[in-house]
């Protein structure tokens, strides 16, 4: 083989070579960045440059104590680095109580705010739905505050269970209290019937 030769093949065995170790490197220095942005993803995407991080099939879960307080999925994520929050397309959030009954709500849009790896609200728009303890609730936004434990729609709000319907401006769903309260402008239509049957009183409070 000609010296031209010889020097072109181990330049080529080489450059494989030296590929090769580049790619361990680089796949050890991932799977060590997944790892930690599934310990500490607020941390790890603090890291990255200072631009928006978009994410699709978006999921997200809160275990507390062995227990799950909440869980969170979205077509589409888009983590905001400077603002600390997340945008969410077509979010569906689940709360969970210490009885394991849920809220959940569903919408359009929903924008997280976070303190240290904790969420601390969240507001949803557009379409918003919320199924509660028998309730379904619809209106255009909704906010759900950790410090209080509530969720809270400023606007025109409808709610309906069996043998009722609702309709104000303004409503407070107290979790741990397990109370929905519209606030004002409220319509109340009522089927003394179903009511009965559901152990419903006429304020859409359960009989004792």
């Not at 890291?47 to 928006?52: E, F, H, I």
């Not at 209080?148 to 741990?176: H, S």
């Not at 309260?181 to 004792?208: F, I, M, Y």
């Amino acid at each position: 083989m000609k010296r031209k030769g010889v020097r072109t093949l181990l330049l080529l065995l080489i450059g494989a070579t030296l590929g090769g170790v580049g790619y361990k490197v680089a796949h050890t220095i991932w799977t060590a960045r997944v790892d930690e942005m599934r310990k500490e993803p607020l941390k790890f995407l603090d890291r990255l440059p200072d631009v928006a991080l978009q994410l699709k099939d978006f999921h997200r879960a809160k275990i507390e104590g062995g227990r799950k307080v909440w869980e969170l999925w979205g077509e589409e994520a888009r983590y905001l680095k400077g603002e600390r929050q997340a945008v969410i397309k077509k979010p569906r959030f689940i709360f969970y109580d210490k009885n394991e009954r849920t809220l959940e709500a569903t919408g359009d849009e929903g924008r997280l705010f976070f303190t240290d790896e904790e969420l601390e609200e969240m507001n949803m728009k557009g379409g918003v739905r919320v199924n509660y303890q028998g309730y379904v609730l619809r209106t255009e936004e909704a906010s759900y505050f950790k410090s209080k434990n509530q969720v809270v729609a400023p606007g025109k709000v409808t709610l309906k269970a069996e043998g009722l319907e609702l309709e104000g401006v303004g409503m407070e769903i107290k979790l741990e209290e397990e109370k929905v309260r519209l606030l004002k402008e409220v319509k109340t239509k009522v089927h003394p019937n179903q009511l009965e049957n559901q152990g419903l009183r006429a304020d859409g409070k359960r009989k004792s």
